[in-house]
């Protein structure tokens, strides 16, 4: 540990700001240290003589003397101390070649609740189908995604949505998710749906991280995605996210089959 840093930790960058300390600008920046606990104690953490040369409004705007994780430093600092920073994207429009073609985008906030939609893994036959369920309509490639540098033409994200900022106070849970073929049904479907129907694609297993996403391709179509974690009874709340290069028709299945 490094002045309160953690070796080979993530960290995450909350805010950047301009100060003037000694009549001299300084680039700070702002990092979250997600589990809630340990902060830096070098030049412009908490406690550090350095806030007492800056001027009192702008003290009120960025200094704030609380164990919660977060914690100033100087931008030199920071590109010492850190090896490397990923930058979110809300696209991914940048993997493929073609400038003409922009990756469209779907999302739903979503839930697993135990005893209704908390259903487990594929193998746990009795209780899969209670997940929820979506239906992803794909319509044809225009000319110019088609011609793009990847065959693959859909991300799917699922990501556990976290309801609180520090991730030791809550449950992470094996996730992952399932895609279906399916062919102009309608309503939710049964276990009988699923019995010996193999998946047109899927994530990488069911793994114990925050976020598991998957690119591929499916053919324009309808298909039945479906989230899950591993165990039947796990509550937790979720991002699903369907990211495609095709125009696409998402919407969460809520009725009740006939």
Known sequence: MLCGIVAEHAYTVTGVFEVTSDENPVHLVRLLNPWGEEEWRGDWSDGSPLWDTVCEEVCKICHEVL????????????????????ICCRCPDFLDGSSECHWTSKRHFGRWNAGTTAGGDIIKTETFWTNPQFRVTIDELNEECASGQRPENTLVSLMQNHEK???????????????????SQSGRFSSEFFIEREPVAQSDGLVWLREVMKFFRLEPGEYLIVPCTENPGETASFVLSIFSKNETHFEHIQETSE
Request: proline share 0%; no cysteine.
């Open 67 to 86: 164990n919660n994780g977060e914690f100033w430093m100087s931008m030199e600092d920071f590109t010492t101390i850190f090896e490397s920073i990923d």
């Open 165 to 183: 900022r520090n991730r030791n106070s809550q449950n992470n849970y094996d996730i992952g998710f399932y895609v279906f073929e399916m062919r």
